[in-house]
C-alpha cells in the first residue's frame, strides 16, 4: 500500500479508504462537488459582448465591400450603424418574445430561440438593403411631380400672349 501512495500523490488522487471505514464518502456528494465547479452553458440570451459583435458585423456588411453592398449599394457607415443596431434589437426582441420572455429551460431550446434569433437578423438585414435599394432607385416623387407638372403645362397661346401685351 505504500507503493501505492506515492504514485497517487503524483497523479493528483488520492488512494480509496479501507471499506467500513469512516473516511469513505459517498459518491454523490463528489458528484454534485463537480457538477458545482463546471461552469454553466447559456446559449439564450446571449452576452452583450455578442450582440455588439453581431452589430459590428452588420456594419461591415451594409459599408465595406460583400455581396449584400455589392448587389443593393453600400451603405454610410453613420447611416450603417444606426441600421445596424437597430435590426439587431429589433431580432432580438422578436426572439426573445418566441422564448417567451423566459430563459430556454435547455440547451436545445436555447439553440432554437439563437437560430430564430439569426434568421431574423438575415431577414431584417435583407429587407433593408432591398428597401434601400428600392428607394434610391425611384426617384424623389415630390421633384418627379414638380418636373411633370412643367413639362406637361401648356405653354400660352400665341392670341393670348399677343393681347397681353396690349
Do not use: C, H
Amino acid at each position: 500500500m505504500a507503493e501505492d501512495a506515492p504514485n497517487a500523490a503524483a497523479e493528483g488522487t488520492q488512494p480509496a479508504p479501507p471499506e467500513g471505514s469512516a473516511d469513505a464518502a459517498p459518491p454523490a456528494s463528489g458528484a454534485k462537488a463537480s457538477e458545482a465547479l463546471l461552469p454553466s452553458l447559456s446559449i439564450w440570451p446571449p452576452s452583450q459582448r455578442t450582440r455588439d459583435a453581431v452589430v459590428r458585423r452588420l456594419v461591415q456588411t451594409l459599408a465595406a465591400p460583400s455581396v449584400l453592398s455589392q448587389r443593393y449599394g453600400a451603405v454610410p457607415e453613420p447611416e450603417a450603424e444606426r441600421a445596424a443596431a437597430a435590426v439587431e434589437a429589433e431580432a432580438f426582441a422578436a426572439a426573445s418574445e418566441s422564448a417567451a420572455g423566459a430563459s430556454p429551460a435547455s440547451v436545445e431550446e436555447g439553440i432554437e430561440v439563437l437560430q430564430a434569433y439569426s434568421k431574423e437578423v438575415s431577414r431584417r438585414l435583407l429587407e433593408l438593403a432591398k428597401s434601400r435599394s428600392a428607394a434610391a432607385a425611384a426617384p424623389a416623387p415630390e421633384a418627379s411631380a414638380q418636373e411633370s407638372e412643367e413639362s406637361s403645362a401648356p405653354a400660352p397661346a400665341p392670341a393670348e400672349a399677343a393681347a397681353s401685351e396690349e
